[in-house]
């Protein structure tokens, strides 16, 4: 397989408070990871909550010496949350200038013929192939609720004043729960793991149609990062594009 990722501050920010991580290659017990981060806080924050998320979420995987028999990459992923939202509250707890800190988390792990994903907040996982785009994950926010419970639709839910509003992230309550998927998958397809300032910016269709052209990883990735940007760049934008060749 292989894998591109890039994070860009926008047009608006001051600050990229936006991490991922790529490995292609063997982490641990796990054979590749991806993963994308979108912190929340004031001054640094944000860019300390992601940060750290991300570098306590890989060192808990490389902790992992080998998979028990009642163990796979999954429990690997959900365990590896669990650890880096401790780390992350305590962090904050002990310094008061980065109190309130928290941060979005979306991985994934891609084996032969599926993709397992673990996730906290909005940033989101997509599975992209000639037959459509796919959002694997829930969005843990206010208005995602909302569309669930009928009170309102996914065009309504894009301009909608609390739509940035999180019910969940890592890094504030220490009884967290992070959801996680199982996604069959084919060869020639794509994972897509991206921040909200692309999906904020860009629709579903939009992405699919830049993921599914001719130009190369690299292209692809700068195209989306562009194209949000010329639509506003409101927020960071992070990618994470990784083909199952």
Do not use: W
């Amino acid at each position: 397989m292989t894998a591109e990722g890039r994070t860009d501050i926008g047009k608006v920010r001051s600050q990229n408070q936006d991490a991922f991580f790529i490995s292609s290659d063997p982490i641990g017990p796990l054979p590749n990871l991806f993963v994308v981060a979108d912190g929340m806080g004031g001054h640094n924050a944000g860019d300390i909550a992601s940060s750290y998320a991300l570098e306590c979420f890989c060192n808990h995987v490389k902790s992992v010496e080998a998979l028990s028999e009642n163990e796979n990459a999954l429990d690997v992923l959900v365990a590896a949350a669990s650890s880096a939202n401790k780390l992350v509250l305590e962090r904050a707890r002990s310094d008061n200038s980065l109190e309130g800190m928290g941060t979005t988390l979306t991985a994934c792990v891609a084996e032969e013929k599926k993709c397992l994903f673990v996730h906290i907040g909005d940033s989101r996982a997509y599975y992209v192939t000639g037959k459509g785009i796919s959002q694997i994950t829930s969005d843990h926010t206010y208005v995602y609720e909302m569309i669930k419970a009928g009170q309102l639709t996914p065009e309504l839910a894009r301009t909608h004043p609390k739509r940035n509003v999180l019910t969940r992230v890592l890094g504030i309550d220490s009884r967290m729960q992070a959801d996680g998927y199982v996604k069959e998958t084919e060869q020639g397809g794509y994972v897509l793991l991206c921040s909200d300032g692309l999906t904020s910016m860009l629709s579903d269709k939009a992405i699919q149609t830049i993921v599914l052209s001719k130009a190369s990883l690299e292209k692809k990735v700068s195209t989306l990062i562009n194209r949000a940007n010329e639509k506003g760049g409101t927020d960071n934008i992070s990618i994470v594009l990784v083909k199952l060749d």
